[in-house]
Every structure is written in structure tokens, then in C-alpha cells.
């Protein structure tokens, strides 16, 4: 298109001069901070001086220098920055840069450069942290070493590092190049006591050479020692064995030295460890005489040696009595439910070459008494149905002359709770709550459902359950849902939500507010046949036209004439029970319909070319079908045809009662509107032309229609 001359008065006889196309501006160029390292944010700016008394230049400066360049949009004083790094400029390594400028050029001004900047960026300096685990001597430590820029910036830097101890270079950690920052190697300290441990960085292009250490402390390895008492359970008299285990680190010297054996803190006797690492003391013997019946607790440490620590072994108690039998419990199913039969099993022996046990074993669940039962071959057995949860099974030998009792370790057998499934249900004026078990069986719940208010979670009703469900008063405008909360053998659940009413724009599926002749769509739960009445702020009641119904869903068109400010919308349906939903009448509520139905992405609508001859296109759609993502998309639309206008056709609802005439802005720039109001085929169904501006970049840009201050759903068009 053909650039218009710009004219202004100039001077102070109020002369008129006009500005055409070409005329040349000045371009300048800065940057700050005056002197940037590498990863610091800097800002290149921009600034582009037209003719005195002119118009200011727009468009936009592209800065460009050795390996790279950014765009700056000018803004309406001529100005504009651009900061590094950004998505389009991304840091600078250190250097120097020669930064140019060029100037696009606009309607009134034409392209122009600016002088060359010359812009530094200096090397950062660099920080170097040390970390390293607590050493022990002979064993291998991983040491690493991370480097940052001191200013923090996230950008990667290069180069490598020498690690050190006591001022000699530690083999393999050498000459070791960072990787993302970091650098690690192991090794090993052979002596123990204090070490500095330093670090060399040798600094890169664009970051300076720095150093770090810290004192690290290189202990005595860790020895465990065990100790175990066999028999567990002994009988005075018979041979008994402290036997003391001491292992040190893998790969290390093994541990060598003494062991001492404690009774109640008391030592009882030292002795030489083997070459296995192991000590024993053996009861009665040369060192110590029999234990006497009763209760013992003992214990056993190591006393170290140069490359391990002192150590001692957790305390071990055991008694010396009577022989004692051995317990174990096992289960027919695990996990169960409530209505399945369990049969425990208690296998008792008294170990290898000794009888077999006889008597009985008492049966318990946690507290409480499950009865007795005979040993036969060794074996009791307790059969019968369990309450939901987690049971902690023992079983209690009671003895008898060659046997000590024993009761068994807990058996933790699971019973797991039924599933339950809450529906509710319409009837007239009341809403029926249903709860069943969701696998086969005998056992029904039992219990309490609860009416809750979806928007508060506050329980409005409560009922006992009766026959499988209760039964509630039906809620004329409240969102509630049924919610079961188990028993003893179910699981609680919670039903689908029962919705009474809900509006929104047919269009939008906007709920802010609604205008007259509006198309509107009302949800909920048990709709179908019926009639609806809108009661405006001034008590007017009016019939609203339904032109489609289902069981959960009324299309419906506003009544005309209605007053302003709070209003209801009523549905009775065919039982005459009413439900409502207090909504916001406006003199309009503009709502855009889109392709998708759903009020968002492409609009539904067409455009129409017309030709510099007079002559139009057949109309082309807005939207265009997607295979991949089965959704509708905006369709591109040329403008590249010089000579062309285009019009496009829009459809809503809500718009015609405009006071004054609706505006349209296509990605903020404004597109004439040469007609709103009624479309005249349908009812409650409006239309919008507009005039497509030119000049619009391609992209994808969002549509909004404007009437009386509110806007409409965004919509999205394609310029191609």
C-alpha cells in the first residue's frame, strides 16, 4: 500500500510542513552496565530520532554482532532494549564485540544504521568449593570439586582442576577437566590425622584461575563386632559358647587384638582374637565357670588396634532353665475378608533329637482370648471368621514337664475391608441413596449415608441405612452429592454429584451474566421434559423458550424484556418439582460460538474476499479439521492479494441490546464492525461483521468482540 504524506506545523508562524516516505533517522546505540563480565545480565539499547517536529519512527532495530543477533521493537517514544542473555541473545563469552544496529524503517522513515559499539566482556571470577565425605584411613573417599562463577550466573565453566594434600599433588586427581561445573576422583589417605586439602582451578577463557581448600580429618576405620550365644536358650549345666565376630573394612587390613567379655558391666574375661576375627568364650571352662540359671546379660568389646577404633557389640540376654520349645504360626489365607473362613496353624517342636511336645496352645488376637486348643503330632489349630483390619496372631505353648512354654512371634494376618459403590438416584421430589458391595458375597453394608453440599463439604442430611440405601429430600439448588462411610466390614464410598441447575452461555460457557434473548444451555442431573422461568430483579416472572431437552442438559433462549441486576432461572420438570439457580441479567453478555463447541479456539464463522473489481469468493470457514488432534483449528486466511477486503462473519449470543455499537480488537488492533445485531435465522442467535484490518503480521492471533465494556470469549484466527 502506498504510504500517505504526514503533515505538522512547524515553527512559530505556524507554517505546515509534510513529511513523506523516506526520510532518513538517526540510530544510536548503548549497553549497561559500562563494563559487563562474563554471565552478567546486560541490556543493549536502541534509539531511533526522527525529523524535528515529525512523526517518532516505529518498527524495529535488529543489533547484531559476531556470532549472533536480537530484534528490538521500538516503542512509541523511539526507544527499545533488548536483554542478554534472553531467549534471543544468549550470554556473551568473554571478549570483544563489535555490536551494529540497523534500522527497518516504517511508513514515513526509511532504513538506516547505526555507528558500530564496541562492547567488552570481561572474565568472571570463579569460586571453588571442596566436598569430600569423612575419610578413614586405607579406605578410598571420593573428593570433588565444583566450580561457579562468583557472579552466580548459570553459565557453564571450563578448564581443570588439581587437587592437592599437604601441598603434594594427589595421584589420578590431577589435570581432572570439569563437567558441568565439577570434577571428582578417589583415593586414599594412609595415615590418620589432619590434611589440608586444596584446589587449583587454572581459570578458562571467560572466567579467572582461583583455588580452595579445607582441613579434613582422616579417622580410624570402623570395626563391628557381633556377638552370639549358643545355645539361645541353655540348660545350666550344658555347654554354652560366647562367640564374639569382628569385622573391619573391605578391602583393609583385617582387625587384630583383644576382645573382653561383660556380664551386667562386669568383665568375665579377654581374649586373643584368631586369624578369623573371631573370639570365643566358652562356659563352664578355664576361664569362666557355668552361668546360673536365671537371667544373663552380656556383652563383648573389641579393643582396637592402629587402624581401628574401639568397638562393642549391642547386649545379649538369655536365660538358663529348662529346655524350651520352638513356636512357629502360619495361616490359610492371608490376606482374607470378613466373610472368609482362616484356619492358624501353631507348629511346636522341641529341635532336633528331642520328643515332641505335647499339651495345648492358647490362641490370641492382640488382647483377646480366641480359646484353647490339643497339640496332635506337634500341631494346634484354630479355625473361624475374623472383623476387617490388621490382627496380630500369636500362639501361647503352655509346656508341660520336658518343655518350657514359648508363645510365638505376632502373625500379623491382614482382613481386608469389602468395596462398596454409592449411586444416587431420582424420584420425584426425592433422591435415593443406594450402596452395594462391589464383589460377591452374602455380607451387606450396614451404617450411615450422609447428603454433603459439594461447595462447603457441609453434611446437610443424614440417614441410617435401610434395605441397601436411605432416601433424602431432593435439593431444589444445591450441588450435593451421597457420601457412605463404611462399617465395620466395608469401605466407605462416595456417589457422583447431583447437580440441580447450573447456566452458562451457549456460546462462551460463560456464568458472569446473561442478557436478554440470550442462548443459554442448563445443566443437571435430572432435567428432561419440563418448563422454565427466568424471575428478574423487578419480580417479573417470563417463560424461557426451550428448544432442546435431555436428562441432563435444557438449551434454552432468554426471555426478552428482562430487568436488569439478580434474577432466577426455575426449571419444573413433568413431576412439577422445581429447581433453581440464581444467575446475573445484563443489557448484554456477549458470548462468541467456536467450532469446537466449547467456547474456546477457532470461531464458528466464515469470511467473504471481496475483490477491487467487485467481486467476491464463495465464503471460506474459520476453522479447519485436525485428524491428529480431532479438534477443529483456526484456518489460515490470506491477505497477500492486494486490492482485497475481507469481511468476517462471526455468530453469539448476547450482543443485539447494545447501547452502542460493539468494537472488535484481532491481537490488540482494532477491526472495523460494519454490523451487529440479530442473524434473523435462528432464535436468540446473533451476528457480527467486521472488516479485516490490514497490515495484520501472520501468526495466530486472539478475536474479542467488545459491547457496553464487557468483553466476549476469546477466539482465535490465523493470518497467513
Not at 136 to 141: E, F, L, P, R
Not at 203 to 208: H, L, T
Not at 348 to 369: A, C, F, H, K
Request: charged share 5%.
Amino acid at each position: 500500500m502506498r504510504s500517505l504524506p504526514v503533515c505538522v506545523v512547524v515553527g512559530l508562524l505556524a507554517a505546515w510542513r509534510c513529511f513523506g516516505a523516506g526520510l532518513t533517522p538517526s540510530v544510536y546505540l548503548a549497553y549497561t552496565p559500562s563494563a559487563p563480565a562474563y554471565g552478567d545480565p546486560f541490556t543493549i539499547g536502541a534509539l531511533v530520532l526522527g525529523l524535528q517536529g515529525g512523526p517518532t519512527p516505529t518498527g524495529t532495530v535488529t543489533v547484531s554482532w559476531s556470532g549472533g543477533s536480537a530484534q528490538i521493537a521500538l516503542d512509541n517514544t523511539g526507544h527499545g532494549t533488548v536483554s542478554v542473555p534472553s531467549a534471543g541473545a544468549p550470554p556473551f563469552a568473554a571478549g570483544s564485540y563489535a555490536i551494529n544496529g540497523a534500522y527497518s524503517g516504517d511508513a514515513n522513515y526509511q532504513s538506516a544504521s547505526a555507528k558500530p559499539m564496541n562492547l567488552t566482556i570481561g572474565k568472571v571470577a570463579a569460586l571453588v568449593t571442596i566436598a569430600s565425605a569423612s575419610p578413614q584411613v586405607s579406605q578410598a573417599v571420593t573428593l570433588r570439586a565444583t566450580v561457579t562463577p562468583a557472579n552466580w550466573a548459570a553459565v557453564p565453566l571450563t578448564g581443570t582442576v588439581d587437587f592437592s594434600a599437604g601441598g603434594n599433588p594427589i595421584a589420578g586427581c590431577t589435570g581432572l577437566r570439569l563437567q558441568n561445573g565439577s570434577a571428582a576422583c578417589t583415593t586414599t589417605f594412609q595415615q590418620v590425622g589432619m590434611v589440608n586439602l586444596a584446589v587449583a582451578y587454572t581459570g578458562d577463557a571467560n572466567a579467572n584461575a582461583s583455588s580452595g581448600s579445607i582441613q579434613l580429618a582422616v579417622g580410624k576405620m570402623a570395626a563391628s563386632i557381633y556377638l552370639a550365644i549358643s545355645p539361645s536358650a541353655p540348660v545350666y549345666g550344658a555347654p554354652l559358647t560366647l562367640d564374639a565376630l569382628v569385622l573391619g573394612a573391605q578391602g583393609a587390613p583385617a582387625p587384630t587384638g583383644i576382645v573382653t567379655f561383660f556380664e551386667d558391666g562386669s568383665a568375665l574375661a579377654a581374649v586373643a582374637m584368631g586369624n578369623d576375627g573371631r573370639a570365643m568364650l566358652a562356659a563352664p571352662g578355664a576361664q569362666i565357670p557355668a552361668f546360673s540359671v536365671g537371667s544373663h546379660t552380656v556383652s563383648a568389646t573389641y579393643n582396637g588396634d592402629a587402624n581401628y577404633g574401639v568397638a562393642a557389640s549391642a547386649a545379649a540376654t538369655f536365660s538358663v532353665g529348662r529346655t524350651s520349645a520352638q513356636i512357629a504360626v502360619s495361616s490359610s489365607l492371608n490376606p482374607a475378608s470378613p466373610d472368609q473362613s482362616v484356619t492358624f496353624t501353631a507348629s511346636v517342636s522341641g529341635g532336633v533329637g528331642l520328643t515332641t511336645p505335647t499339651g495345648s496352645v492358647q490362641w490370641s488376637d492382640g488382647p483377646s482370648s480366641l480359646g484353647a486348643a490339643a497339640l496332635i503330632g506337634g500341631k494346634a489349630v484354630w479355625t473361624g471368621l475374623l472383623s476387617a483390619g490388621l490382627h496380630a496372631i500369636t500362639a501361647t505353648y503352655l509346656g508341660d514337664a520336658t518343655f518350657t512354654s514359648v508363645t510365638s512371634a505376632n502373625y500379623w494376618q491382614t482382613v481386608n475391608k469389602l468395596g462398596s459403590a454409592t449411586a444416587l438416584s431420582v424420584s420425584g421430589n426425592t433422591l435415593i441413596a443406594t450402596i452395594t458391595r462391589t464383589s460377591p458375597g452374602a455380607t451387606v453394608p450396614t451404617g450411615n449415608v450422609s447428603l454433603v453440599d459439594s461447595a462447603s463439604n457441609a453434611i446437610i442430611a443424614s440417614a441410617q441405612m435401610a434395605a441397601g440405601g436411605a432416601i433424602f429430600a431432593r435439593p431444589s439448588s444445591r450441588t450435593v452429592a451421597a457420601l457412605y462411610s463404611g462399617d465395620a466390614n466395608f469401605l466407605g464410598s462416595e456417589s457422583a454429584l447431583y447437580v440441580p441447575l447450573a447456566a452458562g452461555s451457549a456460546a462462551s460457557y460463560a456464568t458472569d451474566a446473561f442478557a436478554p434473548d440470550e442462548l443459554v444451555t442448563l445443566f443437571g442431573t435430572s432435567l428432561g421434559a419440563g418448563s422454565v422461568t427466568v424471575t428478574d430483579s423487578a419480580g417479573a416472572a417470563r417463560q424461557a423458550s426451550i428448544f432442546f431437552a435431555s436428562p441432563t442438559q435444557a438449551n434454552i433462549v432468554m426471555p426478552s424484556n428482562l430487568a436488569s441486576g439478580p434474577a432466577t432461572v426455575s426449571f419444573t420438570d413433568s413431576t412439577g418439582f422445581t429447581v433453581s439457580e440464581s444467575v446475573t441479567v445484563n443489557p448484554v453478555a456477549p458470548g462468541l460460538f467456536t467450532a469446537n463447541g466449547d467456547g474456546k479456539g477457532a470461531p464458528a464463522g466464515q469470511i467473504v474476499r471481496v475483490h477491487s473489481d467487485g467481486s467476491t469468493d464463495a465464503p471460506q470457514d474459520l476453522a479447519v479439521a485436525d485428524p491428529t488432534s480431532n479438534q477443529w483449528m483456526p484456518a489460515p486466511i490470506d491477505t497477500s492479494k492486494s486490492g482485497d477486503t475481507i469481511y468476517v462473519i462471526l455468530y453469539g449470543s448476547g450482543i443485539r441490546h447494545f447501547g452502542n455499537m460493539p468494537t472488535c480488537a484481532i491481537g490488540g488492533v482494532a477491526a472495523p464492525v460494519t454490523y451487529a445485531g440479530p442473524q434473523g435465522s435462528f432464535p436468540g442467535l446473533d451476528q457480527i461483521n467486521l472488516r479485516l484490518p490490514a497490515g495484520l503480521p501472520s501468526g495466530t492471533w486472539t478475536l474479542t468482540v467488545t459491547a457496553d465494556g464487557r468483553a466476549s470469549n476469546g477466539v482465535m484466527i490465523a493470518i497467513q
